[in-house]
């Protein structure tokens, strides 16, 4: 049986630091409530003009294409995860496939938010596993200071820029993604979306002025059902395959909220040693948490190590991956 194994990855975020002190002079806040609700000290913000999300993740693909040893010319899909493109068309997927040199791929992106990469890691599996295609770049990434407004303490606090891309390559070993399980609540939009840019309400003066290009978010409604659905679907597919809590490896869960990480381990059983966190460094980059962690923890993962990875986002999306890690982290050069 064919799976799709990560055999590189790649991550990027910018050099400019926003600590939760940058953020006391713009709105009423300070680093103790931020840090104590949240578990973020600081996220990175792209500042740089006419760079955009493509960009970030141009840097994170060089990377891994350099630590597989491969060419851009041997990719033969882009799936990218993303709900801040560079434009409304063409894709970033696109985009980027001309960025790098993929002259053979073809791309697209997909929108799920803070789930974005799960849903865009469970799609270029399939495209692997079908035996269609060797090389997959599934990407996650967002650059969430182009749509945060910076008086609105309620987002402001929560968001970064940044992302990441791994390498999907078939495999018959007893390594790669095993299962997944994905779900969606589309009544979840009225609590968190962008109210204006699509065809409900197109630009115009009068969504510029209302401010209705930004994140909106009912904080507290999002946050009771981002604890219940990510840590019943993380319980869900460990019980699925047979897995106990003394089986899983590393928890990968979506960097939003400290304590919605640490109410998904509870319920799995999982010890804190055992779950990957990065929030207090990077805060909420939208589809781009988990290939960043990914990134962070590369040297520590070891071939045949179990993680759960598990993600929740607006619309309402959310899931869990179970995959089987496919190569010796500490082994890889930079």
Not at 20 to 29: A, I, P, Y
Not at 280 to 296: F, H, K, Q, S, V
């Amino acid at each position: 049986m064919i799976r799709a194994a990560i055999t590189a990855l790649g991550g990027y975020v910018p050099d400019f630091v926003m600590t939760n002190q940058e953020l006391e002079k713009l709105v009423d806040t300070n680093d103790e409530w931020i840090t104590s609700r949240t578990g973020i000290k600081e996220r990175r913000i792209l500042k740089e003009p006419g760079k955009a999300t493509s960009d970030m993740v141009v840097i994170a693909i060089n990377q891994l294409l350099k630590k597989r040893g491969i060419g851009a010319d041997e990719i033969d899909l882009i799936v990218c995860g993303t709900i801040t493109g560079d434009l409304i068309f063409p894709s970033t997927a696109n985009i980027i496939c001309d960025k790098i040199g993929a002259k053979n791929a073809w791309g697209f992106d997909l929108s799920a938010a803070c789930s974005g990469f799960i849903y865009s890691l469970a799609t270029g599996t399939q495209f692997i596993e079908t035996g269609r295609y060797k090389k997959v770049i599934v990407v996650g990434v967002d650059k969430m200071s182009a749509i945060i407004d910076y008086q609105d303490r309620a987002t402001c606090i929560i968001f970064g820029d940044g992302g990441g891309a791994v390498l999907l390559e078939p495999t018959t070993e007893d390594v790669g993604i095993v299962d997944f399980i994905l779900k969606s609540d589309g009544s979840g939009r009225n609590y968190l979306h962008q109210k204006a840019g699509g065809s409900l309400n197109p630009p115009s003066h009068e969504t510029v002025n209302q401010k209705m290009h930004y994140v909106y978010q009912e904080g507290q409604t999002v946050f009771k059902h981002a604890v219940v659905n990510m840590a019943e679907v993380s319980a869900q597919i460990m019980e699925k395959n047979n897995l106990k809590s003394e089986d899983i490896t590393w928890l990968v869960s979506h960097q939003a909220n400290k304590r919605i990480c640490d109410a998904t381990a509870k319920r799995m059983g999982v010890s804190d040693d055992k779950v990957m966190m990065n929030i207090e460094r990077y805060g909420n980059t939208t589809a781009g948490t988990i290939p960043l962690l990914l990134w962070d923890y590369e040297k520590k993962l070891k071939k045949g190590d179990n993680l759960i990875i598990s993600a929740f986002g607006g619309g309402f999306t959310w899931g869990s991956i179970y995959l089987k890690w496919a190569y010796d982290g500490d082994k890889v050069k930079a």
